[in-house]
């Protein structure tokens, strides 16, 4: 091979490289477009530039559910033919935001609060609501925690805990531990 072309040779691998890390750089510069805050469920962490679709677990949270419940059986018997602590569940229940990470969930106008994180996680603090029996209305220890998993579906794993001192043919207050497994969906 004569000089002209090995000359010509490494002119155009030089010129050629230099193109390719041109178009390199463009694209590293134009960036991937996606979800740059960390906070949102849909965080991309390699996005270079916000396209806007950041979806956040505090404001998917919110908004009407729908329930299917999975709960324990009470302790004791209940003299109400066919009855399952699954009917206590209401089918739906509305989750309002209270500011910040703060939830108001309304189970049958029984209301507590719960804490949701950036990833979706809620955490649900012991507290006392008022849950309708047939025969009287209960206080009852309520506390758990679910997740969030997308914008139409989710769970939440409670426990339920009270004494219950109303049945006439059981003489003696009962305690009760209950734990409910429920599906949330939009």
């Known amino acids: 091979m004569t000089d002209k072309y ?9 010129l050629s490289t230099v193109i390719l890390s041109c178009k390199e750089e463009e694209e590293i510069i134009a960036g991937i477009a996606g979800c740059t805050d960390s906070n949102a469920l849909n965080y991309l962490f390699n996005a270079t530039s916000n396209d806007g679709s950041c979806i956040y677990a505090y404001e998917i949270a919110q908004g009407t559910w729908d329930l299917t419940p999975d709960c324990s ?5 209940i003299p109400i033919p066919d009855f ?13 935001g209270g500011g910040g990470d703060t939830l108001y969930i309304d189970m049958n106008g029984s209301k507590f ?17 008022s849950i309708d029996f047939s025969a009287a209305t209960v206080p009852v220890q309520v506390s758990g925690d ?6 139409n579906s989710g ?3 409670l426990k339920y805990s009270g004494v219950i001192d109303f049945i006439p043919e059981i003489p003696i207050p ?8 429920i599906d949330l969906e939009k």
């Open 6 to 14: 090995k000359v010509l040779v490494v002119i155009l691998v030089i």
């Open 73 to 77: 059986d009470l302790p004791i018997p």
């Open 84 to 96: 399952s602590v699954n009917d206590l569940i209401p089918e739906s229940i509305n989750v309002d």
């Open 113 to 129: 609060t719960g804490v949701i994180d950036s990833a979706g996680n809620i955490l649900v603090d012991e507290q006392t609501i």
């Open 146 to 151: 679910g997740m969030i998993e997308s914008a």
């Open 155 to 157: 769970y939440m794993d």
């Open 174 to 181: 009962v305690p009760f531990n209950i734990t409910c497994y």
